[in-house]
Nanobody, 114 residues
């Protein structure tokens, strides 16, 4: 059973930084395009950033220049470095494949205070 475990969230003031981690079990991590998503209260889940198996990255316009996605295939771990955080970044952050979703993890809460 493939599992995704997100960690690294917390409470931070506007302008601060956090680094999220996503640990994936299973053998397909290294060949999968992986992504970070977030869901704010009362809103739909949205794609934040994705990274291909070869390291190509893309970002939502709202986080471009502030967030950096990366991965370590040997550790089956993906990261999201979040800098210059804004209150509107407050959400539960999830990781998953960009295509053909795996079962969703519990997510990690990020709260940015103004």
């Amino acid at each position: 059973q493939v599992q995704l475990v997100e960690s690294g969230g917390g409470l931070v003031q506007a302008g601060g930084s956090l680094r999220l981690s996503c640990l994936a079990s299973g053998s397909s991590f290294s060949i999968s395009t992986m992504a970070w998503y977030r869901q704010a209260p009362g809103k739909q889940r949205e794609l934040v950033a994705h990274i291909t198996s070869g390291g190509y990255t893309e970002y939502a316009d709202s986080v471009k220049g502030r967030f950096t996605i990366s991965r370590d295939n040997a550790k089956k771990t993906m990261y999201l470095q979040m800098n210059s955080l804004k209150p509107e970044d407050t959400a539960v952050y999830y990781c998953n494949r960009k295509y053909t979703y795996l079962p969703w993890g519990q997510g990690t809460q990020v709260t940015v205070s103004s």
